[in-house]
């Protein structure tokens, strides 16, 4: 997966220095206060809490279109990190338990965040864009680490049902909608991932 901001360094010019500065700090602070569960910060609120005026939040980004490509891949750097690759080698049980483990320490981190992007989606072509580029990921895990079992099964929509599983949507509606803790909602998802894997 690839940020979406661009690659190149800011101008030394302080101008446009200042400028760059202001946009992370507005970006940073949006980002903050979707993550502390506030649904649509308004632009008021964004200015309070980085501190940029409310007028060169507006000089800086065009449209909310703007903030949101910004906003998309401010996170994505946030949460590098947490991208880990697994090795496709090694007992099923223990690739199970890494894939799970890396999924719900990710998604404990974006749960907030990533809900507001699903919301907003519809509206966003940055978002949509993201959102993507995160299935595809996961989607390339589940194909790259579970390549042999795959095979073994032999069922051609096992891959569907694995990233389905393993979906930041599945894993919210174990956490949210049926009240799980992470320990339970872990288990089950290595549950349903070994369920899916073995051979009938």
Request: aromatic share 4%.
């Amino acid at each position: 997966m690839t940020a979406l901001l661009p690659s190149e360094d800011p101008p030394e010019d302080g101008r446009h220095a200042r400028r760059y500065r202001s946009r992370d700090l507005a970006v940073d602070a949006l980002l903050d206060l979707l993550g502390e569960g506030v649904l649509r910060p308004t632009a008021q609120q964004v200015a309070e809490r980085s501190g940029v005026s409310l007028r060169s939040i507006f000089r800086i980004f065009d449209d909310v279109e703007t903030l949101n490509a910004s906003a998309s891949a401010r996170q994505f750097a946030r949460i590098r990190h947490l991208f880990v690759d697994v090795v496709p080698s090694g007992s099923l049980g223990g690739r199970v338990a890494q894939v799970v483990g890396i999924n719900s320490r990710l998604y404990e981190q974006i749960a907030p965040i990533r809900r507001a992007a699903l919301r907003r989606a519809p509206e966003s072509e940055a978002l949509q864009e993201q959102l993507e580029r995160a299935r595809a990921w996961l989607r390339a895990e589940v194909e790259r680490v579970f390549a042999a079992e795959v095979l073994a099964v032999g069922d051609k929509h096992v891959v569907d049902a694995l990233e389905l599983a393993l979906s930041f949507e599945a894993w919210d509606r174990l956490r949210t909608a049926q009240g799980l803790s992470v320990a339970r909602a872990t288990a089950v998802v290595k549950a349903t991932i070994g369920a899916l894997l073995r051979p009938s």
